[in-house]
């Protein structure tokens, strides 16, 4: 079964839904998923060096109170799942173009799941600065790729237009929100949906549902 997953690294909603998705596929080992990882930067005019996130999150969602609120519901659900959100170590909120063409890259060598749950991991519960190109570099090394090559290509931003393609192409089909679930170009989930809803959705999809 093909999965397309539209996420942004620096959506904490996006690395509990993947947390949660897995879940769902574990519980469904006849299913052999083919996860393939499509950017939406949910803000590509971010300033390259990023910004101070505190100040950046609590201006678009209202106030820090509204902030301390959200944290504290995702650090609850994220628990649930094996994730230790730690907000208070995230510094900025950086520019996640290079992060996404990192992701880009190590899809050609079938390291993309490891290298994004590498990315969600170090900015959700290290505070990592994954806008920061050394940064990657040793996340991608950690992953499993050359780094060598992989920091000579993320200072080219070659794969910058094939990543704003992409994006064009999904906002165009109407995708505003990350995450968002493709299964097998057919059926589609909006949200970090509970493992249950996936599992339903598996079955619809076993069905032929959407054909």
Not at 72 to 97: H, K, M, Q, V
Not at 166 to 190: M, Q, W, Y
């Amino acid at each position: 079964m093909r999965i397309d997953v539209v996420s942004d690294m620096v959506c904490p909603w996006c690395y509990l839904g993947k947390r949660r998705l897995e879940t769902a596929l574990a519980s469904r080992p006849d299913i052999e998923a083919d996860i393939q990882w499509l950017p939406f930067e949910l803000n590509p005019a971010m300033p390259e060096g990023g910004l101070p996130r505190e100040e950046y999150l609590a201006a678009r969602l209202g106030g820090l109170a509204a902030l301390r609120e959200a944290q504290a519901r995702l650090t609850d659900l994220g628990a649930r799942e094996g994730i230790t959100y730690r907000f208070d170590r995230i510094a900025r909120s950086p520019n996640t173009r290079r992060a996404h063409a990192l992701v880009r890259i190590a899809a050609e060598t079938g390291r993309q799941d490891a290298t994004i749950d590498a990315l969600f991991r170090g900015y959700f519960e290290s505070g990592e600065d994954i806008g920061d190109l050394d940064t990657l570099v040793r996340i991608a090394t950690g992953a499993g790729l050359d780094g060598a090559a992989v920091e000579a290509r993320l200072r080219t931003d070659g794969d910058g237009p094939a990543i704003e393609a992409i994006e064009r192409e999904i906002r165009a089909a109407g995708i505003s929100g990350v995450p968002f679930f493709i299964l097998d170009r057919r059926l589609t989930l909006s949200g970090a949906q509970e493992p249950q809803v996936f599992e339903s959705a598996f079955r619809q999809v076993d069905s032929g549902a959407g054909e």
